[in-house]
């Protein structure tokens, strides 16, 4: 997951608009009077509109079709419109006029409800037993897969690794899931005793929830973004809610799915059209980062594409006929600089970052192609849509200023997390209740990740977590994957598997509670107008 450093400073209104702050209590209260959607209802809503890669190669005149790149909204030729001023900066508020101030350092305050007020707290107790008691196992399986970073789609040591434990602990386990060689499917369903016994549970709602693990690394850094605890997270929450389950004869079903290639390659989309996610109602996952010690937040996250483009020059001896060359190196540092002055005038809140590569320079030649890869985010896909547009037409600039054809193609594009009110909520009350983390329901994640197209597909969170971190040593970044080694970091992703084990098990027990979270996704259906944005 690309990282930007965060710093814990002001957590604006925007969050607050955005993770519209419910009453839970009132909420799953009203939701009794409500009836969930049908499986076939979450089926149909789930069918993810094709987000694939498109490949656009110029003829002679090099043009980029702007109009397929940008949306039906946005015509190739026309202005682009206003950007939506949402406020994503964690340095200061939006004041009025749109203008910017400084902030508070301190977190929003937030006040759990008591601990005997949690939902079931023998239930919770369970859980903590048991994560305790698997605690040293976990570590040894986060240190395993940090000591073997493997690259996206390459991740075949974590792939045997987490299966091998998954089965052992008595999980029905699938590997090669879905047509990904390193994805996998581990599950346990728990029937309770009076079923069994009457060979009829058609009385209560069968529900299952999903859990993911993440195991890719980064090139050359390792596990900068802290994936192996993400691994050991999912792995803990997926067991302690089995445990549950058996303890307290409680029906349900816990999928763990192990999804590859989350760092740029999309493997949770790729494995959501192949319908790997259709059998869950909801899915929970977490995620490492700088902040904080001992703390928790429910954030959202930015949406992002990836796009490479490859300008095709025409080579020469630099010294003796350099007029014989179209000079691909200039076209990709003239677009390179174009996006560089294109960043002063667009949002804080936007991102735009790439790099050059080229095959076989050499100084005396004038190189005949070049290669960029970049990553557009902004907070919502409709923005990303106007913005990558306009860094569009900086490549295309570039193309016609060096007589260079231009090839253009985009990757997978991860929508921003859409974090579920109610499952947030529980999350954030039974950390701090029980568990004395410091949590909030809204802060910031300068980042992007693919469990965003999870979040528009069913009910979902992705809290994040703190883990101490060396000066200047957040994610991406090889200090990051030693910290993420460290038995505080080890400590605090126990503490998080703990509350998502408990947010899991009450979606399965809690029928109001699971109708309140339903509900509260169909909210933000209705809230936006469609099931998905539109890619």
């Given at each position: 997951?690309?990282?930007?450093?965060?710093?814990?400073g002001?957590?604006s209104?925007?969050?607050?608009?955005l993770q519209?702050k419910?009453?839970?209590?009132?909420?799953?209260?009203?939701?009794?009077?409500?009836?969930?959607p049908?499986?076939?209802?979450?089926?149909a809503?789930?069918?993810?509109?094709?987000?694939?890669?498109?490949e656009?190669v110029?003829?002679?005149?090099?043009?980029?079709?702007?109009?397929?790149l940008?949306?039906?909204s946005q015509?190739?030729?026309?202005?682009?419109?206003a950007?939506t001023?949402?406020n994503n900066?964690?340095?200061?508020?939006i004041?009025?006029?749109?203008?910017?101030?400084p902030a508070?350092?301190?977190?929003?305050?937030?006040?759990?409800?008591?601990a005997?007020?949690l939902?079931?707290?023998e239930v919770l107790?369970?859980?903590?037993?048991?994560?305790?008691?698997?605690?040293?196992?976990?570590?040894?399986l986060s240190?395993?897969?940090?000591?073997?970073?493997?690259?996206?789609?390459?991740e075949?040591?974590?792939?045997?690794l987490?299966?091998n434990?998954?089965?052992?602990?008595?999980?029905?386990?699938?590997?090669h899931?879905?047509?990904?060689?390193?994805?996998?499917?581990a599950?346990?369903?728990?029937?309770?005793?009076?079923?069994?016994?009457?060979?009829?549970?058609s009385?209560?709602?069968?529900?299952?929830?999903?859990?993911?693990?993440?195991?890719?690394?980064l090139?050359?850094?390792?596990?900068?973004?802290?994936?192996n605890?993400?691994?050991?997270?999912?792995?803990?929450?997926?067991?302690?809610?089995?445990a549950a389950l058996?303890?307290h004869?409680?029906?349900?079903?816990?999928?763990?799915?192990?999804?590859?290639a989350?760092?740029?390659?999309?493997?949770?989309?790729?494995?959501l059209?192949?319908?790997?996610?259709?059998e869950?109602?909801?899915?929970?996952?977490?995620?490492?980062?700088?902040?904080?010690?001992?703390?928790?937040?429910?954030?959202?996250?930015l949406?992002s594409?990836?796009?490479d483009?490859?300008?095709?020059g025409?080579?020469?001896?630099a010294?003796?006929?350099?007029?014989?060359?179209r000079n691909a190196?200039?076209a990709?540092f003239?677009?390179?600089?174009?996006v560089?002055?294109?960043?002063q005038?667009?949002?804080?809140?936007h991102?735009?970052?790439?790099?050059?590569?080229?095959r076989?320079?050499?100084p005396?030649?004038?190189?005949?192609?070049?290669?960029?890869?970049w990553?557009?985010r902004?907070p919502?896909?409709?923005?990303?849509?106007?913005l990558?547009g306009?860094v569009?037409?900086?490549?295309?600039?570039?193309?016609?200023a060096?007589?260079?054809?231009?090839?253009?193609?985009t990757?997978?594009g991860y929508?921003?997390v859409?974090?579920?009110?109610v499952?947030?909520?529980e999350?954030?009350?039974?950390?701090?209740g029980?568990w004395?983390?410091?949590?909030?329901?809204?802060?910031e994640?300068?980042a992007s990740t693919?469990?965003?197209?999870?979040s528009?597909?069913?009910?979902?969170?992705?809290?994040l977590?703190?883990?101490?971190?060396?000066?200047?040593?957040?994610n991406?970044?090889a200090?990051?994957?030693?910290?993420?080694?460290q038995?505080?970091?080890?400590?605090?992703?126990?503490?998080?598997?703990?509350?998502?084990?408990a947010?899991?098990f009450?979606?399965?027990d809690?029928?109001r509670?699971?109708?309140a979270v339903?509900d509260?996704?169909?909210?933000?259906?209705r809230?936006?107008?469609?099931a998905k944005p539109?890619?």
């Amino acid at each position: 997951m690309a990282h930007f450093e965060m710093e814990v400073g002001c957590f604006s209104s925007l969050f607050c608009g955005l993770q519209r702050k419910r009453d839970t209590t009132s909420h799953i209260s009203d939701a009794s009077e409500s009836h969930a959607p049908s499986t076939s209802d979450r089926k149909a809503r789930r069918v993810p509109e094709e987000i694939r890669p498109q490949e656009i190669v110029p003829g002679d005149v090099p043009k980029v079709n702007a109009e397929i790149l940008a949306g039906p909204s946005q015509h190739a030729d026309s202005e682009p419109p206003a950007y939506t001023h949402l406020n994503n900066c964690v340095y200061c508020d939006i004041g009025d006029n749109n203008t910017y101030r400084p902030a508070s350092d301190k977190p929003p305050a937030y006040t759990a409800p008591p601990a005997d007020e949690l939902y079931r707290p023998e239930v919770l107790t369970t859980i903590e037993e048991s994560l305790e008691q698997l605690a040293p196992a976990l570590r040894k399986l986060s240190l395993d897969i940090s000591t073997h970073p493997e690259l996206g789609f390459e991740e075949r040591f974590a792939h045997d690794l987490l299966t091998n434990f998954m089965a052992k602990h008595g999980f029905a386990v699938t590997p090669h899931y879905r047509g990904l060689s390193t994805a996998w499917r581990a599950a346990y369903t728990h029937v309770p005793k009076r079923e069994r016994a009457a060979d009829d549970s058609s009385e209560r709602p069968h529900r299952v929830i999903g859990v993911n693990a993440e195991m890719d690394a980064l090139p050359g850094i390792g596990h900068g973004c802290g994936h192996n605890l993400i691994a050991m997270a999912g792995v803990g929450t997926a067991v302690a809610i089995k445990a549950a389950l058996q303890a307290h004869d409680v029906q349900g079903t816990v999928v763990l799915l192990g999804t590859p290639a989350e760092e740029g390659g999309g493997g949770k989309q790729i494995l959501l059209d192949n319908g790997a996610y259709d059998e869950m109602d909801a899915c929970i996952m977490c995620h490492p980062t700088d902040g904080p010690d001992n703390s928790t937040w429910v954030a959202p996250s930015l949406a992002s594409q990836p796009i490479d483009v490859e300008f095709f020059g025409h080579g020469s001896h630099a010294s003796s006929a350099p007029w014989n060359a179209r000079n691909a190196l200039d076209a990709a540092f003239l677009a390179y600089s174009s996006v560089s002055v294109l960043r002063q005038q667009i949002l804080p809140s936007h991102r735009v970052h790439g790099i050059v590569t080229g095959r076989d320079w050499s100084p005396n030649v004038i190189p005949d192609y070049a290669k960029m890869r970049w990553i557009v985010r902004a907070p919502s896909w409709s923005e990303l849509n106007v913005l990558r547009g306009r860094v569009m037409k900086c490549f295309e600039a570039a193309a016609h200023a060096t007589a260079c054809e231009l090839k253009v193609r985009t990757g997978i594009g991860y929508y921003d997390v859409r974090e579920n009110d109610v499952l947030g909520q529980e999350y954030i009350d039974v950390t701090q209740g029980r568990w004395g983390m410091s949590a909030w329901p809204s802060g910031e994640m300068r980042a992007s990740t693919d469990f965003g197209n999870v979040s528009y597909a069913l009910p979902a969170i992705h809290p994040l977590f703190s883990i101490p971190t060396e000066p200047n040593g957040s994610n991406h970044t090889a200090e990051f994957a030693e910290s993420a080694r460290q038995p505080e970091a080890h400590d605090a992703a126990l503490k998080v598997s703990k509350g998502l084990a408990a947010v899991g098990f009450r979606f399965l027990d809690d029928e109001r509670f699971a109708r309140a979270v339903d509900d509260a996704f169909e909210d933000e259906l209705r809230a936006s107008g469609k099931a998905k944005p539109e890619m």
